[in-house]
């Protein structure tokens, strides 16, 4: 699976450079769900890391050994590097894990999945990658099996530099089943305090935000094989 890298995801030139901050609430959650909760000795891959904020902060909150960011998104993968600091992280244009030639013992991706046309090259690559019993965790409300999808897919395809394909949960779920995973899902955000901000295209009432990220907002966790 190989896609020409792009200058940036978004033709709106703030909305790439507002996630950290809109995102941040989200990945503490992130972190906090999965079941690892010692990664010192761990190396970590985050698919589509955009800006590189979510490496950042799971070093700061459960260090690990060594991390790996890739986009397709040059823009955003020079901002990572520059705001990686001391920490034990590399970041990549690509989308072709090949490029590599790395194992790793965790991935993440946020609000990704959605976006990747053929599913089935994404897991055979992720399975190419993730050591035995290794995990993939993917979180995503975009999916067609959410009420506001139809909505947000328009929406979204307005400003994206890429394709918005159309993938419900039984596509990504058959998609890694069929690469050797174990696949199993939480409603990721249902205990959780949810930031309630203003009525938006997105979100037009308060009831539709809370159901979003409550009901639809989902982490599915790919297990490679032992």
Not at 11 to 24: F, N, Q, V
Not at 47 to 63: A, I, N, V, Y
Not at 121 to 148: E, M, N, W
Not at 158 to 184: K, L, M
């Given at each position: 699976?190989?896609?020409?890298?792009?200058?940036?995801?978004?033709?709106?030139?703030?909305?790439?450079?507002?996630?950290?901050?809109?995102?941040?609430?989200?990945?503490?959650?992130?972190?906090?769900?999965?079941?690892?909760?010692?990664?010192?000795?761990?190396?970590?891959?985050?698919?589509?890391?955009?800006?590189?904020?979510?490496?950042?902060?799971?070093?700061?909150?459960?260090?690990?050994?060594?991390?790996?960011?890739?986009?397709?998104?040059?823009?955003?993968?020079?901002?990572?590097?520059?705001?990686?600091?001391?920490?034990?992280?590399?970041?990549?244009?690509?989308?072709?894990?090949?490029?590599?030639?790395?194992?790793?013992?965790l991935a993440f991706s946020h609000e990704v999945?959605?976006?990747?046309?053929?599913?089935?090259?994404?897991?055979?690559?992720?399975?190419?990658?993730?050591?035995?019993?290794?995990?993939?965790?993917?979180?995503?409300?975009?999916?067609?099996?959410?009420?506001?999808?139809?909505a947000w897919r328009s929406k979204i395809q307005?400003?994206?530099?890429?394709?918005?394909?159309?993938?419900?949960?039984?596509?990504?779920?058959?998609?890694?089943?069929?690469?050797?995973?174990?696949?199993?899902?939480?409603?990721?955000?249902?205990?959780?305090?949810?930031?309630?901000?203003?009525p938006s295209d997105y979100f037009p009432t308060?009831?539709?935000?809370?159901?979003?990220?409550?009901?639809?907002?989902?982490?599915?966790?790919?297990?490679?094989?032992?």
């Open positions: 699976m190989k896609t020409n890298l792009i200058e940036t995801w978004s033709s709106l030139s703030d909305e790439e450079d507002s996630m950290t901050e809109e995102h941040t609430w989200i990945w503490c959650e992130m972190i906090n769900a999965i079941d690892e909760t010692n990664l010192s000795g761990s190396a970590v891959l985050d698919f589509g890391c955009t800006q590189g904020g979510f490496l950042r902060l799971l070093h700061d909150l459960r260090p690990f050994n060594s991390g790996v960011g890739v986009d397709i998104a040059r823009r955003a993968v020079e901002i990572a590097e520059a705001t990686a600091g001391n920490r034990p992280i590399t970041y990549h244009a690509t989308n072709d894990l090949t490029d590599l030639d790395r194992q790793f013992d999945i959605y976006l990747i046309d053929d599913l089935d090259a994404h897991a055979r690559q992720i399975a190419g990658v993730l050591k035995p019993g290794g995990s993939y965790y993917a979180v995503t409300c975009c999916h067609r099996d959410s009420p506001l999808w139809a307005a400003f994206s530099n890429v394709p918005v394909p159309d993938h419900g949960v039984a596509e990504i779920a058959g998609a890694f089943r069929n690469a050797g995973f174990a696949v199993s899902v939480s409603r990721f955000l249902a205990n959780a305090f949810i930031p309630l901000s203003q308060d009831t539709d935000r809370l159901d979003s990220f409550s009901r639809w907002k989902l982490m599915v966790r790919f297990e490679a094989e032992v």
